[in-house]
């Protein structure tokens, strides 16, 4: 079956570090892959967006790296702070396997930085 | 600022009610989106709509309808409310590229 898995639902690191998150998905081919924050009790707000034909993008602390071959995408935070705590999820775009123009999302992983 | 409103923060409903979930957006976007998001199962398509009185069904459309009478408006209705309804609902639109999309706050739902 289809399938989207974002690495763990938990992932705890100290200020400073840089926190990796992971996306995988199976069976799909996506047009690209964008990456969402979410805080509790809020809407998630959109970060980035990384297309099929590119291999990284950069905004300020954020980067994210798109392997189409590994069918896998990461999202780094470089020098995390506490206020960068909250969970984040991970949207393909398939248009391509389903015809839809629609994001399916994974379910986040939640990443708590420790002062 | 950018915005997508929803009617809402909280709402409490009893089974078997007709009940409209509102959204609203300032963007001029095309294209608008129902999710519900549940523990452990994350952000679930309802329904969506690329242009006025379009509608499609997601991947959980059974006991939802919609209606986009105007552009700037996205209205998910529960005809007959459930306790699996009982949910966070969340509206969001984009523009004609699909990219980013601008979410509300949500929409806490209680079936009781």
């Known amino acids: 079956s289809q399938k989207i898995e974002q690495n763990s639902e938990a992932l705890n690191i100290q200020e400073g570090k840089t926190a990796t998150l992971t996306c995988n998905y199976t069976n799909y081919s996506p047009a690209y892959l964008q990456w969402y924050r979410q805080d509790p009790g809020r809407g998630p707000v959109f970060l980035l967006l990384?297309?099929?034909?590119?291999k990284e993008k950069r905004k300020e602390r954020l980067k994210v790296t798109f392997d189409t071959t590994l069918k896998q995408s990461l999202f780094h935070i470089t020098a995390s702070q506490p206020a960068d705590s909250a969970t984040y999820l991970c949207?393909?775009?398939?248009?391509?396997?389903?015809?839809?123009?629609?994001?399916?999302f994974g379910s986040g992983t939640r990443l708590q930085v420790q002062p | 600022d950018v915005k997508v409103t929803q009617s809402s923060r909280y709402l409490v409903k009893r089974t078997g009610e007709k009940v409209f979930l509102e959204c609203v957006q300032d963007?001029?976007?095309?294209?608008m989106f129902w999710y519900r998001q549940d523990p452990g199962l994350g952000l679930r398509l309802i329904y969506f709509s690329y242009d006025v009185k379009m509608k499609e069904k997601g991947d959980i459309p059974e006991g939802y309808s919609v209606s986009r009478e105007k552009k700037e408006r996205f209205s998910l209705i529960l005809e007959s409310a459930s306790t699996n309804q009982t949910s966070m609902y969340l509206c969001?639109?984009?523009?004609?590229?699909?990219?980013?999309?601008?979410f509300g706050s949500g929409t806490r739902l209680t079936v009781v």
């Open positions: 969001a639109s984009s523009d004609r590229d699909f990219d980013g999309y601008t």
């Open positions: 949207a393909l775009d398939l248009r391509g396997d389903t015809g839809r123009r629609a994001l399916t």
């Open positions: 990384i297309r099929e034909n590119e």
């Open positions: 963007m001029d976007h095309e294209n």
